[in-house]
DNA sequence: TCTGGGGTCCTAGGACCC
DNA sequence: TCTGGGGTCCTAGGACCC
């Protein structure tokens, strides 16, 4: 029979952190969202704490001062190149794998061959541990849905990181105990409407008529039903380009005047624009919004968003932020203290798509080869070498990040020393 | 004082057509 | 006086994921 296999890194951000600073090792660590907003993982030392997931880091100071956490700004750079040497080390067993997230990715295993599935599994794991140093669980199952709950167990039951739900026919009591809100899938809203109708634990999900919780949920849950009960219903999705790419961000503190909001909004078009021409796309259109602090209910609140759509796609920057600083003209209000803004490129196209156009001339060769030397001299020089001058030079803006770690492996200047 | 960012998929409802 | 039904396409918004 066929399995998928869902391989996950345990506490991904603070593994990454462990990796570089030894003494992190044993002691509660967290790692926090951008602007240093919340708390988005977690060593197992600080869930013992009764850290929450997602917590804002303000309302944790208390167990963080007390238990001497440490904690670290997020490290987007240095996370996503510890990433990719996971997903590379993954590959070289597992070469159709589905990456799902930055610290998950699925394997079926009639893509590779085994002799016996637990053992060869235990054995990648340890060497993907030796190679990059991240800890990783294996959950073992006949479907994705499944294989999620034996990661689960994985994690939390045995030494050796891998468990298979197909074994033993276990599965059955570890869903009689499992709550329909921790599904992949299910959350609070879900849960509530399947507590409703009397479902409560993953058990009672699977035994449910499918027809049924299609009828009073969605297809999305029936499926569930199914996967659940060992029948796959979702396969390995292969890589595709994104249909959208958003960058936004909240300021590192509100602001009142247009112009430094329009220098933050360009930072992240040009962004967004160098996320876009690296999958060999070209946007069809944008959507650009704005909006105050949604926490201060006590101050006048205002969000708005514009859309506008290219006579034909483009992935040059300067088009694109030309377009976006419009936009946000026209939605800017005085008045008002702003906390937060972003673009959406939309309807993205490949890069070779051609349309005749009579009157519209953003889309010449001149431009394209203008915009792949400016992402190369970034390339190589580092982010940021060349910029718009649109994106300011004060960026007053700009988010805090007040412990981040060094970018070990991406940045020459930041390199591990050893004295 | 301080509350993330970036995605996907599904559904309902409106506009429009014949 | 009595005013259809069925289909498609698009969009906004909701729900979920990590």
């Known amino acids: 029979m066929k399995k998928f296999i869902l391989a996950d890194c345990n506490n991904f951000y603070v593994s990454c952190e462990r990796v570089f600073n030894p003494l992190l090792d044993k002691k509660p660590v967290v790692v926090l969202s951008n602007n240093d907003g919340c708390i988005v993982s977690r060593s197992d030392e600080a869930k013992k704490l009764g850290i929450p997931m997602g917590a804002p880091l303000y309302q944790q100071k208390d167990v963080v001062e007390k238990n001497k956490v440490y904690v670290f700004s997020s490290n987007y750079q240095f996370y996503g190149d510890m990433s990719d040497r996971v997903m590379e080390s993954l590959e070289m067993f597992a070469p159709k794998l589905e990456i799902y997230s930055i610290d998950e990715a699925f394997i079926k295993t009639n893509t590779i061959s085994f002799d016996d599935i637990f053992k060869d ?62 599904l992949w899938g299910i959350s609070n809203k879900w849960g509530k409407k399947l507590r409703h109708l009397g479902v409560s634990t993953a058990l009672e999900l699977k035994n449910s ?13 029936e499926r569930m039903v199914y996967e659940l009960r ?12 994104k249909k959208n790419i958003m960058s936004s961000k909240s300021f590192g503190t509100s602001i009142a005047e247009i112009e430094p909001i329009l220098e933050a909004l360009s930072s992240y078009a040009a962004r967004a624009c160098e996320k876009l021409r690296k999958q060999n796309s070209k946007a069809s259109g944008i959507y650009v919004f704005i909006r105050t602090n949604p926490f201060h209910q006590n101050k006048p ?93 004060s960026k007053e803006w700009k988010m805090k990040c007040e412990n981040r770690s060094n970018r070990y492996t991406t940045k020459w200047s930041e390199l591990l020393e050893v004295n």
Not at 141 to 166: C, M, W
Not at 230 to 241: A, K, T
């Open 121 to 182: 599994v235990v054995n990648i794991r340890k060497k993907i541990i030796k190679w990059t140093g991240i800890p990783m669980s294996f959950g073992i199952a006949p479907t994705k849905t499944l294989s999620k709950i034996a990661n689960h167990i994985a994690k939390k039951r045995t030494y050796e990181g891998v468990f298979d739900i197909s074994e033993n026919n276990v599965a059955n009591d570890i869903m009689r105990n499992l709550p329909v809100e921790e």
């Open 301 to 393: 609140q205002y969000k708005n968003g514009h859309a506008l759509n290219f006579d034909l796609p483009t992935s040059d920057s300067r088009v694109i932020l030309c377009a976006a600083r419009r936009l946000m003209r026209g939605l800017y209000r005085k008045g008002h203290k702003y906390h937060k803004c972003g673009i959406m490129l939309l309807d993205l196209v490949p890069d070779n798509y051609k349309q005749a156009h009579f009157f519209s001339t953003n889309d010449s060769e001149d431009q394209n080869n203008f915009m792949k030397t400016v992402d190369r001299i970034n390339n190589y020089m580092g982010p940021q070498t060349l910029f718009y001058l649109s994106q300011g030079i």
């Open 230 to 241: 060992g029948m796959p219903c979702l396969d390995i999705e292969s890589i595709s380009p």
């Open 209 to 221: 008529n499918a027809k049924f919780i299609r009828k009073h949920t969605s297809v999305l849950l």
